[in-house]
């Protein structure tokens, strides 16, 4: 019988090993999670990563982060039984990257909130907007 990636232990470092683009990935876990009604994610820790989860902290999506060795445990934040976090859609991509600048972020008119990496480091669309900084587009977080 063969054993499928997520049993075997080796297969699931392996594959952790070989994200192409692990910010996107965080992302949709924490989505995932967050439609299961999960808590709790584990990550393999970057230095994107964790400032996009410091981010996502002072956004009110995340409650609580803790880092061991190289895995960051992520807490979601729910209200009333409920996540916080309902939607996320990538926007960058290793294939496509996204940069806009402080007035194209200033006429965007959506309910999203936009999670940029800037020359302040990784923050939200309301935070690039009083610092009239631009940068490259994450995610939009619903």
């Not at 683009?21 to 999960?38: E, M, Q, S, T, W």
């Not at 803790?66 to 294939?95: F, M, Q, R, T």
């Not at 990784?122 to 490259?136: F, H, P, R």
């Amino acid at each position: 019988m063969r054993k499928n990636a997520v049993g075997n232990t080796k297969r699931k470092k392996e594959y952790l090993d070989n994200l192409g683009y692990p910010v996107g990935d965080f992302l949709i876990r924490l989505k995932n999670c967050a439609l299961a009604r999960n808590k709790v994610v584990e990550f393999r820790a970057t230095r994107l990563v964790e400032a996009v989860a410091k981010a996502l902290k002072e956004m009110g999506y995340v409650s609580d982060i803790s880092k061991e060795g190289h895995e960051l445990k992520v807490s979601l934040a729910y209200k009333n039984k409920a996540p916080v976090l309902s939607d996320v859609i990538l926007v960058s991509k290793p294939s496509r990257r996204v940069y806009l600048s402080s007035d194209e972020i200033k006429k965007e008119k959506s309910p999203y909130i936009m999670l940029l990496t800037t020359t302040y480091g990784v923050i939200s669309s309301t935070q690039a907007i009083k610092k009239n900084v631009g940068g490259e587009v994450i995610a939009r977080i619903l």
